[in-house]
């Protein structure tokens, strides 16, 4: 089972940018799919955005044309770019192999905030 680590978040203005990165350690990493999810206070934990193993992606409508996963096998890491962030990007994101089975990590703020 891979085991995964966020970082990257931070507080940004309304159409900065920002890069997350989901770490793993274990094997056999290349052969999972890796989503991004995000949770905002009160609300509902949300997909955001999903990279198969063969590098095939999936985006949430709120996100699409801004964000971008990607993922660099040999440094075990997913990335999240973020551009055009908006004000309701504010959230606490997580990455996770699957959202019943992996387990969840303490995540990394993102605040989008003028």
């Known amino acids: 089972q891979v085991q995964l680590v966020e970082s990257g978040g931070g507080l940004v203005q309304p159409g900065g940018s920002l890069r997350l990165s989901c770490a793993a350690s274990g094997s056999m990493f290349s052969i999972y799919a890796i989503s991004w999810y995000r949770q905002a206070p009160g609300n509902q934990r949300e997909l955001v955005a999903l990279?198969?193993?063969?590098?095939?992606?999936k985006y949430a409508d709120s996100v699409k044309g801004r964000f971008t996963i990607s993922r660099d096998n040999a440094k075990k890491t997913v990335y999240l770019q973020m551009n055009s962030l908006k004000l309701e990007d504010t959230a606490v994101y997580y990455c996770n192999w699957d959202p019943v089975f992996g387990s969840w990590g303490q995540g990394t703020q993102v605040t989008v905030s003028s």
């Open positions: 990279i198969t193993s063969g590098g095939s992606t």
